[in-house]
Structures are given as structure tokens and as C-alpha cells.
């Protein structure tokens, strides 16, 4: 292996890093439970979608692009539901209604973290068609920039909506301490109630995150049900503390519906398609090179494993040395905070990970960068103030096989001195 690989591959993926804002939180494979089990209510089923922004402009940050829906394309939805005689509302809507014996095409529509924009673009909507929704609020947000007052939360119920709580500082409650994790939880509910006046019981767990002394802390706190990031059908079968959703991207939405909600006959089997086919198709949308088919197979696995760090772009350069993948991670917004360990960590599973799902691959580079500023009219790569990055952290591995065996050799790693600990 020569050092030129690393720098070609470095060189050729640059340009494009920015293009590819994506969201990486797109769900693990959720086990297909009970396959075999009726639809809940015995009539359609019923599923829950899931909303960040609903916005005619789209906010900074890596993932705002995919999670930003326009109000045009959101009232297309509403009207998509309308006119196929689905009836949007609740999460504890569909819960109630989930154990009468039948019952119409029946959604919930879900709007997470408690974006201002949520309520000034989606409400009228949410209005105009007769619809209802559940927001959850990330509490300690409220109040501040871009986040919804208390006053709209009060505006929110009045217009008929449910307000579900999404804990105070949107943690990963699987690192934290039971006793933290309690407190997120418990003091979420308790704001949210003392300033509406109004029960909360249903909840939403940051990023999805969750294990079984989470649920147990949940359920313990008086909730009556939660969300997963996770997609599927709401089944009878299901526990009501992991329930799944759909995650609606830009774009995206009308078809993900057409797919889940098509002639009312579905199953848990088509719902795991859906999100293959998904999957799949962000990973296509990440991928560079010259042998797509091996990039699209470590893209799908790096993906499917939901790392902290979100995975921007994945190009594989076969040249005549060696087949080399170059995995872009994004270094600023992880998707729950990250140590210095535990980020090496991760770089070392996703070296394993790339070389299981593409055992042909001779080096892997896994580099993250940040977006740095241009001024006003400077050219960048032929634009004009375009955003350009900055690697803060690069790190290479090998595979070396001899005769059956291999194993992996990393090279040196480079780490920006003052990134990680601003790189939440
Ligand atoms: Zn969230």
C-alpha cells in the first residue's frame, strides 16, 4: 500500500462534503415482531410519522435539510391523508383507538424537539385540514431562539394538540446515570404539565435511544406511552413504550406514505422493505467512486449501526494497488455527545464494519471535518461563499492478509488539539 491512496481519495472526495448535509439517525433495522399478528384494531392499520421542521427556509446545521419539510409539501400530505380517508392525529389518539375492534386508516403525525416552526407553518395546516398532531418538547429549549414559548404551547392545546415530552436536554438517556436519566425524564413531564396545566402521558426518547431500564424509567414516571425512532406499523402486539415511527424526510414524505399506507393492506415484512428500499437509497445518495456497488455496501452497513457521528459521505476508489473507502464523518452535531474514547471508539467499529460488509477493501480513511466560513464573494471550488471544511480528525487502517488470515494495522491518527470539546 502506498500513501498516495489516502491523499487521492482525500483529494476527489473534498469538493462534494458539503452537498450531502443528510441525516445518518435513520433507525436500526427494527426486528419484524410478530409478522404473523393481525393489524391493531383488526380494520387498517396504524402508524406514526415523524416531523422536525416544517419551514419555507431551511435552518444550519447537518441534518436541517433532510429534516425540513416545506409548508407546500406538508399541506400536500395533509391532503394526500385527507383524500385517502386516513385520519391524522394523536399518539394517544391511536393508542385509545388501538384497542376498539375497528377502525378507519388512522395516523399520528409527531413533531419532535419543539422547533418554533413547527407551530408557525404546521399549525395552520394542521388547522386548515381538521388535522391533529403530538409535539414533544425538549423543555430546557423552551423559550428560547428557534424553539416554541410557553404561550404556543398553550396555543398548541387549545388548537386541539397533544403535547408529549421529549425530556430537558435531549440526552441519550442510555449514557446517562439511572438517576439522571430519571430526572430528564420526570422534570420534562413536570414543566410541561405546571405550565399547561395539562396531563402529559405520552413521550418521546431522544435520537430513539433507549434499553430497558430507560423504558422501566418511563413507564415508571406516569407515561403511558413512548416513541422510538424505529419504523414499523403500530400492532396491537406492540409494547406501548416502544412504539415505532417513521422518519418523514424532505422530499420523501408523500412516497413514504404511499408505501406504508397504500390499498390499507400492509405488513410488518413490507414495513422492513420500506425501510430497506430507504436505506438503500440514503446510502446511494452518500456514496463516490469508482466501484459504487462496494461503496453502497459499506454505506448501508456504517448506516444501519446509527453512530454518534454522522456519516456524510462514504467513496470507494478502486486503483490499481488496492481498493480504497473513504468514510467522511461529519465533526460537528453528533447525535449524542461523544467522548474522546468513545469516538475512536466508534472510528475502530466502523473500520470493522466497512471491512465485514466489503471484505475486498484493502484501506480504509475515516476522516471528520467541520464547515468553515468564507467571506462574502470568495470563490470556493467555482461557487461563491460556499461554506468549505476543515479535516479536524483523520485516522487510516489496512487489512493485511496473510494467507487466511488478516488483521488490520491503523497508521497515525491526527486530531485537531481543541475540536472535540467543542464538537458538541
Ligand atoms: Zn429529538
Known amino acids: ?37 393481525p393489524p391493531a384494531g383488526g380494520g387498517e392499520p ?25 409548508p407546500a409539501e406538508f399541506e400536500q400530505q395533509l391532503s394526500w391523508l385527507r383524500n385517502r380517508g386516513c385520519v391524522a392525529t394523536t399518539v394517544e389518539q391511536v393508542m385509545a383507538d388501538a384497542a376498539k375492534p375497528a377502525r378507519n386508516c388512522e395516523v399520528a403525525l409527531t413533531f419532535d424537539d419543539g422547533y418554533d416552526d413547527a407551530v408557525r407553518f404546521a399549525l395552520p395546516l394542521l388547522q386548515k385540514y381538521g388535522a391533529r398532531a403530538t409535539f414533544y418538547i425538549t423543555t ?8 416554541v414559548s410557553r404561550a404556543a404551547l ?11 415530552a421529549h425530556t430537558v436536554h435531549h440526552y441519550d438517556l442510555t449514557t446517562l446515570s439511572g438517576a439522571q436519566a430519571m430526572q430528564e425524564i420526570v422534570a420534562s413531564r413536570r414543566s410541561l404539565q405546571g405550565w399547561t396545566g395539562a396531563a402529559v402521558s405520552s413521550f418521546a426518547y431522544p435520537a430513539g435511544r433507549q434499553n430497558a431500564a ?35 424526510l424532505r422530499g420523501g414524505g408523500l412516497a413514504l406514505f404511499a408505501q406504508v399506507l397504500a390499498a390499507g393492506v400492509t405488513s410488518s415484512v413490507k414495513a422492513q422493505a420500506a425501510y430497506d428500499k430507504a436505506l438503500h437509497a440514503i446510502a446511494r445518495s452518500r456514496i463516490e467512486g469508482n466501484t459504487p456497488q462496494l461503496a453502497e455496501s459499506v454505506a448501508v452497513a456504517l448506516l444501519a449501526r446509527r453512530f454518534a457521528e454522522p456519516i456524510m459521505k462514504v467513496n470507494v476508489l478502486t486503483i490499481p494497488e488496492a481498493a480504497v473507502a473513504g468514510i ?6 453528533f447525535h449524542a455527545p461523544v467522548s474522546r474514547n468513545r469516538f475512536m471508539a466508534d472510528v475502530r467499529e466502523m473500520a470493522k464494519t466497512a471491512f465485514t460488509a466489503a471484505p475486498s477493501l484493502d484501506e480504509i480513511d475515516i476522516w471528520a471535518t467541520v464547515p468553515v466560513s468564507v467571506p462574502a464573494g470568495e470563490p470556493v471550488s467555482g461557487d461563491f461563499a460556499v461554506p468549505t471544511s476543515k479535516t479536524v480528525f ?17 497508521g497515525t491518527t491526527y486530531w485537531d488539539p481543541r475540536w472535540l470539546q467543542r464538537a458538541r
Not at 423552551?142 to 424553539?147: K, L, N, R
Not at 424509567?217 to 412504539?243: C, I, K, Q, W, Y
Not at 467522511?328 to 452535531?333: D, P, Y
Request: charged share 15%; hydrophobic share 45%.
Open 1 to 37: 500500500m502506498t500513501a498516495r491512496a489516502p491523499r487521492l481519495a482525500r483529494r476527489l472526495l473534498a469538493p462534494a462534503l458539503l452537498t450531502f448535509f443528510v441525516c445518518i439517525a435513520i433507525a436500526a433495522t427494527r426486528a419484524p415482531v410478530g409478522a404473523a399478528s
Open 140 to 147: 430546557a429549549y423552551v423559550g428560547q431562539s428557534g424553539h
Open 214 to 248: 430507560v423504558v422501566n424509567d418511563v413507564r415508571a414516571a406516569g407515561f403511558a406511552n413512548a416513541v422510538t425512532t424505529d419504523p414499523g406499523e403500530v400492532s396491537r402486539a406492540d409494547d406501548p413504550f416502544l412504539l415505532p415511527r417513521y422518519r418523514i
Open 328 to 333: 467522511v464523518l461529519s465533526g460537528v452535531k
Open 46 to 70: 396504524a402508524a406514526i410519522f415523524m416531523y422536525h421542521h416544517v419551514s419555507p427556509t431551511i435552518a444550519p446545521g447537518p441534518y436541517a435539510r433532510a429534516l425540513t419539510v416545506s
Open 394 to 410: 483523520s485516522s487510516v487502517v489496512t487489512q493485511q492478509r496473510r494467507g487466511l488470515q488478516t488483521s488490520l494495522v491503523w
Open 154 to 164: 398553550g396555543r398548541l392545546l387549545q388548537a386541539g394538540m397533544e403535547i408529549g
